[in-house]
């Protein structure tokens, strides 16, 4: 569905963001679901069955029921569901296809474009079925980017893991000229040496050492460009002795030598 043009998504009218009755519970059809159908959990507990196979399910549970997909579903009466369901069709083969089940941990911009789109048809708005096109395709392109990126660094490391380095690479970010060795960020992260290397690289890309580099070079653009510094001000204030070693430096990363940053 990434390589979809947006008029190829065929919108149904059947879409809504409900609360759901204490008594709602949705039975087995007597023939497989017909197109496809984004549902998300806002709110809620309960439980669906998508091809016999249970999800427990709770806020930011999502799911992409496909033509032939069989579910059924139930809900606790005392905290019922609150859900999104969009159907739509599509009108080209295509090949990426999110996965059925996603569990969304940040989902501020999923939510967001899931309330866009039901608001366009409550108000009738103008060019809405374009929008909400365009919007479609956002929504699929989010549940591919969570499978594809995301995921793949959950399985090797912990949601803390993760929020502890990237504490520590945005720490490193703000403070660019502070003089920082692995030794001391890994000590700042409780980790030890060899595992908050390893796991820097995986999450963040870069190792610890290069992502220092970079992230002072990107500071020293800044300051070359906008606050009337000197090179050899700038190289001071970002902790380097040797003016003709940032400048080795800063040359490898940009391409130009700090004079030329104007």
Not at 62 to 74: M, N, R, S, V, Y
Not at 130 to 140: D, S
Request: net charge positive.
């Amino acid at each position: 569905m990434l390589y979809l043009n947006s008029d190829h998504f065929m919108l149904k009218p059947f879409l809504a963001t409900i609360h759901c009755e204490p008594s709602w519970q949705w039975k087995k059809r007597d023939k497989p679901i017909p197109n496809y159908d984004l549902f998300y959990v806002w709110a809620g507990e309960g439980t669906v069955v998508l091809n016999g196979k249970p999800y427990k399910v709770e806020k930011g549970h999502c799911f992409l029921f496909k033509p032939g997909d069989e579910t059924t579903a139930t809900h606790n009466p005392q905290n019922p569901l609150v859900l999104t369901y969009i159907h739509f069709d599509i009108t080209e083969p295509f090949q990426l296809v999110p996965s059925g089940h996603r569990v969304f941990k940040n989902s501020i911009t999923f939510e967001s474009l899931l309330t866009q789109y039901v608001r366009l048809f409550l108000v009738q708005a103008f060019g809405a079925k374009i929008e909400a096109q365009l919007i479609l395709k956002q929504l699929m392109i989010h549940l591919l980017r969570e499978e594809r990126g995301q995921e793949k660094q959950m399985t090797n490391t912990s949601n803390k893991l993760l929020e502890t380095i990237r504490e520590i690479a945005n720490y490193i970010q703000q403070n660019p000229g502070s003089p920082h060795t692995i030794n001391s960020l890994a000590e700042r992260a409780n980790l030890s040496q060899r595992y908050f290397s390893q796991n820097f690289k995986q999450v963040i890309g870069h190792t610890v050492k290069s992502y220092i580099v970079y992230s002072r070079i990107k500071r020293a653009e800044h300051l070359l460009l906008f606050t009337g510094l000197t090179v050899t001000e700038v190289a001071d204030a970002l902790g380097y002795n040797n003016i003709h070693f940032f400048s080795r430096q800063f040359k490898k990363y940009t391409g130009k030598n700090p004079s030329e940053i104007r």
